[in-house]
């Protein structure tokens, strides 16, 4: 009972810091000092959380506070939440005392609002009356280097798995994934989609390297980069590494990729899974991508250029934290990430044989997005224009942003993480891809307008399966 009421304890004071948007959910369980049992704190506050309107409002109508002052607001939330649907409290003394007396009171109020949810159960009111959030499907990138995706489709039925098909609609397609089914994407050739809650980290096709963990919306720079077979490629801040590998996959792992980064312990964790990947075709350095020498030799030759920049993350929050009140804007951070990226953008554009570069960050303001590339824009003299990003895609920049609609976001909406992505292209050498007419570009996995490879449609005619529709 001691070791509960401290669990108690600690979970009111978690959440009082996260309101108080002293750091994420999982920063603040990770730092705590008081409780050991981390998933244990972590799971009774972020259900505390998923639920807490709700429980303000039984406090309210028992008037628990005003009978038991001792008690903060986040404490009683987090005692009524295990007492009335966490199987009753675990704990003794004054804080059960505190609950109990109260218990004749609680159940009416419960009672009460059942009746006017009309709902039969109290977990039916939890469910009704939980704050809505957004569950993310679990993405999976084939990687090329080692596999095919008809070789892994074929592993994954194998183990019981049910092939759902190409996915024909986005979203509404992929939210019909069922536990224990998976779907090939609309929109990247080579991502596999599995329900929420798959988790792969353990199969023997992630730790192999044939798979690799990637959100859809992280695959999109690299797909749009479309360096093809034999390019030289600069990752510009490549650490952790899911793009340089997936750059390797698309130029099957032929030509050269540097890749950069500041972070000698993240260029460890990327070397890792360079090797895990097959990856032979980059070159990892603990480098200052703005010390690079735009005009070294070493460097003549490269032509495409990915700048994925250090940023706020902010399109990376978890659904819990999504649960909080939206935090401030962190404007002074934003003003110096801004520069930063900014920098690295221009400074791509010194290169002298390249012709595209792409610019993405996982983060939502526009501080680090449209106006970076405005800016970017204005600054390079007329060298580089933007391009149409994945014209079919829906979700666009914002407009306010006189060349926004050319820009691409994403958000837990489109059934991913939040992103933005942005194409810009040497104004004299225009490629093929920006002059051709939009009719012509097949698909937002062929950015580069090159025809769709056979094997997926013979691959498709083969398996005869029905894609997944509305």
């Not at 607001?73 to 109990?100: E, H, P, Q, T």
């Not at 490549?238 to 980064?261: R, W």
């Amino acid at each position: 009972p001691y070791i509960m009421s401290r669990l108690y304890a600690e979970a009111a004071v978690v959440l009082d810091r996260v309101q108080a948007k002293q750091g994420s959910l999982k920063k603040l369980v990770l730092s705590s000092k008081s409780y050991g049992n981390k998933k244990q704190l972590y799971a009774i506050v972020c259900r505390t959380l998923e639920c807490y309107d709700f429980l303000v409002e039984v406090l309210r109508m028992v008037g628990l506070l005003a009978e038991e002052p001792q008690l903060s607001l986040n404490l009683a939330c987090i005692l009524i939440y295990d007492y009335l649907f966490g199987g009753g409290l675990r704990c003794g003394g004054k804080l059960k005392s505190a609950i109990v007396r109260h218990k004749v009171q609680l159940k009416a109020a419960v009672e009460e609002l059942k009746v006017k949810g009309g709902v039969d159960s109290k977990r039916q009111l939890l469910h009704q009356r939980s704050r809505e959030h957004v569950v993310l499907p679990r993405y999976a990138r084939v990687n090329r280097i080692k596999c095919s995706v008809d070789d892994i489709v074929a592993q994954f039925e194998r183990e019981g798995m049910q092939f759902a098909g190409h996915c024909a609609s986005w979203p509404n397609g992929v939210q019909q994934v069922q536990s224990g089914s998976f779907l090939l994407d609309l929109h990247v050739d080579d991502v596999l989609v599995f329900a929420p809650g798959t988790d792969l980290h353990g199969h023997v096709l992630y730790t192999s390297g044939r798979v690799i963990l990637q959100g859809k919306a992280s695959c999109f720079p690299a797909m749009l980069l479309a360096p093809p077979p034999g390019s030289v490629v600069i990752d510009a801040c490549a650490a952790p590494g899911n793009k340089t590998s997936h750059l390797a996959s698309l130029m099957h792992n032929s030509g050269k990729i540097y890749a950069f980064d500041l972070d000698a312990r993240r260029l460890k964790t990327m070397k890792e899974l360079m090797h895990r990947a097959g990856v032979t075709c980059a070159v990892l350095k603990h480098q200052d991508f703005l010390m690079v020498d735009p005009e070294d030799g070493i460097y003549s030759n490269v032509e495409y250029i990915l700048v994925d920049p250090s940023c706020s993350g902010s399109g990376c929050v978890s659904h819990v934290d999504r649960l909080v009140d939206k935090p401030d804007k962190p404007t002074e951070r934003l003003k110096r990430l801004q520069k930063f990226q900014l920098a690295a953008l221009l400074h791509s554009f010194k290169f002298l044989s390249v012709k595209r570069v792409v610019y993405s960050t996982c983060s939502i303001y526009e501080e680090e997005n449209e106006r970076v590339v405005s800016l970017a824009l204005e600054q390079c003299c007329g060298k580089f224009r933007l391009i149409e990003t994945l014209p079919e895609w829906p979700r666009r920049g914002f407009l306010h942003f006189s060349e926004g609609a050319k820009c691409l976001r994403t958000t837990p909406d489109d059934m991913m993480q939040g992103f933005f992505v942005a194409v810009f292209e040497r104004a004299e050498t225009l490629s093929d891809f920006s002059k051709t007419p939009r009719s012509t570009r097949r698909s937002a996995s062929n950015p580069a307008g090159h025809p769709k490879p056979k094997r997926l449609k013979s691959w498709k005619r083969k398996r005869r399966h029905k894609s997944v529709v509305d």
